[in-house]
Structures are given as structure tokens and as C-alpha cells.
């Protein structure tokens, strides 16, 4: 029986789940992997919460020393969140040989290089199924099951919280503000929202998974980024009326050599198999050159499905032989030509103009000159001014800007209101 | 850069495909994961496809001691298809310590338990990712990402060719003999369709997967089987008429810590998230103590998705230093009482009636003593006849099946056209 010495980092939500699991199936390891795994080293400050999960006080401490010097410790989880102190500890302990399990999504984005530096040098592993779509086993899946197919494009819905805002708004026609209210409320949202309602959540998940999938750094600087807070109900109702879901989604792809990674509000066809992805869950939507598309559906987030995907790399880890690394140190992850410097996609353009002659000429106008083309149509009018719903064609997004720069100084166009991407 | 030397057994669709993949990306396995995979033998007997392919004639035959005594071959890919001579030339090849990666559901869910046993002897390893559901990694998910959980249910849509025929009768509104006949045409479904139409192919999968999500063979013996060819576009408009949709599911769940395993037509809740798998797709619902939901989608055939499971197989098979084997020789796996003798859910049930005073008071008579508590009931009079439908609230089946039998005895009762599961 091998035995497996873990260090927990924080026992908060995340690691409190960990720590309960771990305790609960010691035994079922025992007897399915031959491994006993426990739990040796605690470092968190708030002794009300070690003092709950029924952990001896003895083994709790502030001090990293106490997990980096312990060579009875194999594997450390890092829960903290935040940069640092995350990030020296980590750094630390994969030198001491040690490797690390983490959920820290924002400070593997942005430090992914100089950790696994501090793995090859400690030949120490690095595991970080947790940091992106909780539960859901992405990473895995694009380690170890996708080796037969190129990556043409990696898509989802990475995020519970928005995910919950849109899908609220949609089937009960609120506004956005007041949704957001009542999740937090319900503890759903955060009582800052940003993170997760501005898409830094899903761009530091999409990062992560695109530079996976296509074997070249994504960085976060490389992703656009726009969040759901402008979204009305005006706009869900206007898509729903063309058969089209609003959801906030990652897509990563590679058109024409180049790569595009972005996060942003989308309509979504309702035949499209993440427009039925309702509530907290979330999706990826893989296609592979050979396998074709594949999808995978589950909880994002929360402390079991969490600390699901990190007892998963614990027992991942414990059973490697030798750490495989992804490589960074190799030229190919690095390339900024690869990269597309604009992208194409089909338009919902919402405006507001004054009700008279000529204006539509004007407005359309200006598309044409731009090679914007319009698919369709519509037009409400209202107390002398109406607005007008265009849908346009696959475009690409320079050109749809310049023309909505161009169309906004027309002077009966009252405001653009809304620009959202259809795909 | 290490060699991997391989045998493909069989270079039909799947071989072909896989030999073709294997072609195409050896130089980016060489960058990507330093192994440098070649085919040096292929078992085939016909010549025609092997020139097709272009593989050189001096490494094709057809006798499976050019692979067994070839020292430099590691792998051997079965695609034969069918049980012999499949199994015997599995297990030879295992007892000489070549690891197996093999795409042969039938041969895989009846003799898993003596290839185990080879594969101990021969010190190798038993890959079969590709058995179930194609390119779909549920058994990479299954032994790699749900270890922190144990396993309640699993389910899902194992057959590509009974979806599209479930799909097609439900959006066109047409009789099973119509689309089969189409399907036959199009070549969706063989000229004998035994194996997908009568849920063989879908009980064989769960066998399997069942096997490994409960750590307990699940013998296919132990599986409830029963088709699609007795459904009826009647019975399709009256399960959308009240909400389903009709799939053939695969089912094995642990109820009162008893196993229960089957395969059968089932009217499945639209919002349930297998119910938007449409067509020639699959899909694997799992549920875990942990993680909750999680749900697998994609091409559960063809040549390139069931290539691209293959391929991973042997990369991954290649990557190991020590083979895992489930364990088959251990008591866990074999205990009968664990199974089930009989299930509970929710029935559709529609018969046909003489439409005349009492005959409803007759068969309810027969359902309530047998404690069978009907949850809705329509009744559509035509020609002096009825057709009566119940929606049953969740029941053991052996009750259903013996109140069944007895309405048919009622003289009144022309015919009990369908018993459909509901869940």
C-alpha cells in the first residue's frame, strides 16, 4: 500500500469539501488504487473552521515551512484563491518536489509559465483540473482523450453565475439588474460581481483550456472580453422572436491558421446543443478533426463538484510514475503572429431612430459602403421614434465597428443600443 | 523518442480509419509526446483494401504469429468484429505481452473476465475506450476523472442507429418500418439491423460501462433487454402530447443497494438533458455522490470519432510504465445477490377497448388491486372502439406486468398495445 501525504492550502468551501471527501472514502482509495491518502498538514488561519471539519489542531499551522520541509507530504492543494501568497507557496512547494493540485484559476492564467518552471525544476506535477469547469473533467479529457485529433475549436459555457442571470432572464422576462440582486441574495452571485459578470471567470478558464487544446500560450491579453451587465430584456425577447438563446460563451478556434479566443454575450441557436445548457451548469463543446464534436455538461462550481475534480488529481497524481508537463519551455507555445488580429461573425444590431422618411436609406447606407450585409429586418415604432433590429451576415467585427462609429453621428439615429455576436 | 511498434487486426472502416490517422499524424505524435508510432504488421485477407491503403504488401498476411513473435510490435488493435477469431488471437497476443486496444463491444462484454486474466499473464495491458460509445472518452472518464465519487447512476443514448430512427419518427411523424427502410437505404443501418434495433449493441456497452462505473461485473445476462420495433407513431404523439420524448435508453443504477441494469424504449422528460440528443448522436449521463450530473456527448460511430478512441488508446497505452487492470480476479466483482429482481418507474400504458358503460370501472379495478395508482388517463372513442391511455405513477414492474396480464383477459379489452417506460 502506497502511502500518500497531502498538505491542504485554505479548508474553506473548495478545501473543506476536499477535506471531507478525503476523509470519507479513505477506505474505497485503499482498496480501489492501493493508496492511502491522508491529509498531514493543514495550512489555513481560521481555527473556528479547522476546529469544524474535525481537524487535529496539531497538524494546523500558518506557516508553508511546515508543508515544504514534511517529506512525508507528497501533494499539496491550493485553495487560498488570489495571487499571492498562492503563488509562492505554490512555486515553493513544487520545488521541494512536491506536486500541486490547484483550483486557482486567476493565478494559473496568469502564472502557468513560471510555475511548471518550478515543476521540471522540483520534477515535480502540476494539476489543475479543477481550475476550469469544476466537476467537469475538460482537462483531462483534453489530455488524455483527444491525442488522435487537431483541436479546431474549443466552445462553452464556462461560467454558473452568468449562466444562472441569462437563463432567469429568459424564462422570466427580468432585467438584469434584478436578477442579479436576487442572486446574490440566494448566494449564487458574489456581493462584488465582477469577476464573474464582466467574463474574467470564463476568460481565465478559456486561456487555460485553449492553450490545452491548441498546444500554444493564450494568454488573457490575447482574449477579448465583454460581459453580460449591458444585456436587456429587450434583446432576450428580440432573440428568442429569431430562435436564438443569449449565452455568455468562450469560443477559442482556429480560422484560417489563425487563432481567436474570445468571451462574450452570444446568440445562440436554439438547435445549437449548448442552448440547452439551463441554470448553474455548464458545457465545452469540443470538435476535433477526426472525432468530430463532443460535448461535456456538468457543474462549474460549488464544493463537492470542485473538490471532485481535485481528489480526482490527487489520485491522478499519486499514480504517475513521472509528471508529464505540457512543455512550455518549448518555442511553439509561444507565437504572437499566430494569433488573429479580427474576427468574423453574424450580427444583432438594436438602434433607435426618429420615425420619418429616409432614414432607413441612410442607416443602410452606410452598411453597404462598409460591405456589411443584411440579413434581416425589423422595425417597431413608437411615439415618433422606432426601433430598428438589424441581423446581419457574417461580417467581420472591424467592419460592423466602423459602421456603427459611422452610423451613430447620422443625426436622426437617436442610439445604437445594443451589438451582440451570433453564432 | 521511443518506438511503438503496431498491429492492426482488421483494416475495415475502423482499421482503415485508423490506419489512416496513425499515417497522417506520426510526425506530430514524434513532437507532441516524443513516440514515434509505426504499423509494422496489418492481418487482413483482403488484398484489394490493403493496396487501397497503400500499405506495403510485405507487412500484410494473415497469420497472427507474424505479429505474436514479432518482438518489435507493442500494440495490438483489434477491428475484426464478431467473437472468433477475434478472441483467440486477443488473448495470444496478450499472453505474449503485447498490450490489446481493441473496438469489439460483443467479444469485449462476453470474455472480458478471461482477456483480464491473459492480460495478467502476458504483463500487458487492455484498452476498449473505443467499445463504448465511440469517440465519446466515457471510459477514460470513468477510470481517470471519477475517482472522488462514487458512481449512482449511469445512462444514456449507446446507439447511433436507433436515435436516428427514434429522431426521425418523431420530427416526420412517420412508422418505424418507413424509416428503417431509409435508414437501410442510406446506409444508417444494416440490412440486418438485429444487433442495433433489438438494444444488443446498447446492452453490450452497458455492460461494460456499467462494469467499470460500479466496479462489479455486470454480466449481460443481468441485463433487461428489449427493442424498438414494436413502437408505433401513436405512441410518439402522445408522449410529445404530454412532455417526452422517446429514446431507447440504457439504464444501470444502484436502488436500495441493488444493482438493476436495462435497456428499453423509454418516454424520457423533454427538460432532461439526453432529451435534446438527436439523431445519429450519443450521449452518457452519469450521476456521482460528488459531483452530481455530468453528461458526455458526441459521435458514438464511424470511422474517424471510433478512430480517434483508438488512437488515444494507444497513445495512451504506449505512455504507460506499468498497465492498471480493473482487478476482475478479486470477489468484489462477482456477487450475485447485488443485482435487483425487479424495478420501479413510471408507465405509459395504451390499449384498445369496446366503448361501452363499465369497461373503465373494470380495468381499474384490476390496477387497484394491484396497487397500480394511475397518475392521468385520455380516452379517444372511434368506430365503437377506445383507445384508453394511463400515465402510471411509479411502480415495481412485476406489478404492472401481472395487472397487464390480467386486463387482457377482460372481455371487453381488445387488445394492451403498449407498455412504455417513463422517466
Known amino acids: 500500500m502506497k502511502k500518500v501525504g497531502v498538505a491542504l492550502l485554505g479548508v474553506g468551501t473548495v478545501g473543506g469539501g476536499t477535506y471531507t471527501i478525503l476523509k470519507n472514502m479513505r477506505e474505497t482509495f485503499k482498496e480501489k488504487y492501493q493508496l492511502d491518502i491522508e491529509v498531514l498538514h493543514v495550512i489555513d488561519k481560521n481555527i473556528k473552521r479547522t476546529n469544524e471539519l474535525g481537524i487535529d489542531p496539531k497538524i494546523v499551522s500558518t506557516d508553508i515551512d511546515n508543508v515544504v520541509n514534511n517529506k512525508d507530504i507528497d501533494i499539496v492543494c491550493e485553495f487560498f484563491g488570489g495571487i499571492e501568497p498562492a503563488k509562492s507557496f505554490i512555486i515553493k512547494s513544487l520545488k521541494a518536489g ?21 515543476a521540471k525544476e522540483g520534477n515535480s506535477g502540476l494539476y489543475f483540473e479543477a481550475t476550469s469547469v469544476g466537476g467537469v473533467p475538460i482537462v483531462r479529457v483534453l489530455n488524455e482523450s483527444m491525442q488522435g485529433n487537431e483541436i479546431l475549436s474549443i466552445q462553452g459555457i464556462f461560467n454558473g453565475t452568468t449562466n444562472y442571470i441569462l437563463s432567469k432572464m429568459i424564462d422570466d422576462g427580468l432585467e438584469y439588474e434584478t436578477v442579479l440582486k436576487e442572486a446574490q441574495d440566494l448566494g449564487y452571485a458574489e456581493a462584488d460581481p465582477t469577476a464573474d459578470v464582466e467574463g474574467y471567470d470564463s476568460m481565465y478558464k478559456l486561456s487555460i483550456l485553449s492553450t490545452l487544446a491548441f498546444g500554444k500560450r493564450v494568454p488573457i491579453e490575447k482574449i477579448y472580453r465583454e460581459g453580460i451587465t449591458k444585456i436587456t430584456k429587450v434583446d432576450i425577447e428580440y432573440g428568442k422572436k429569431f430562435g436564438y438563446t443569449l449565452k455568455l460563451l468562450a469560443t477559442a478556434q482556429i480560422v484560417d491558421g489563425k487563432l481567436e479566443a474570445r468571451v462574450h454575450p452570444t446568440f445562440i441557436k436554439n438547435q445549437n446543443p449548448l442552448a440547452s445548457v439551463k441554470g448553474s451548469f455548464n458545457a465545452v463543446l469540443l470538435k476535433g478533426d477526426n472525432v468530430g464534436d463532443i460535448m461535456l455538461y456538468g457543474r462549474g462550481a460549488g464544493a463537492l463538484p470542485t473538490g471532485s475534480a481535485i481528489v480526482s488529481d490527487i489520485i491522478y497524481a499519486a499514480q504517475q510514475t513521472k509528471h508529464k508537463l505540457i512543455g512550455f519551455s518549448e518555442d511553439k507555445f509561444f507565437d ?9 461573425c453574424e450580427y444583432f444590431i438594436r438602434m433607435n431612430v426618429v420615425d420619418k422618411p429616409g432614414v432607413l436609406a441612410k442607416i443602410t447606407k452606410v452598411l453597404g459602403e462598409n460591405n456589411v ?51
Do not use: C, Y
Open 373 to 423: 450585409s443584411i440579413n434581416s429586418m425589423e422595425q417597431t415604432a413608437q411615439d415618433g421614434n422606432a426601433d430598428l433590429i438589424f441581423m446581419i451576415h457574417k461580417t467581420p467585427e472591424s467592419l460592423v465597428k466602423k459602421s456603427i462609429a459611422e452610423i451613430k453621428k447620422i443625426d436622426v439615429v437617436n442610439s445604437v443600443d445594443s451589438v451582440i455576436r451570433v453564432m
Open 98 to 118: 512536491k506536486s500541486v493540485v490547484t483550483a486557482n484559476k486567476e493565478m494559473f492564467a496568469k502564472s502557468w509559465l513560471e510555475l511548471e518552471k518550478a
Open 336 to 344: 504572437d503572429d499566430s494569433f488573429a488580429k479580427d474576427f468574423s
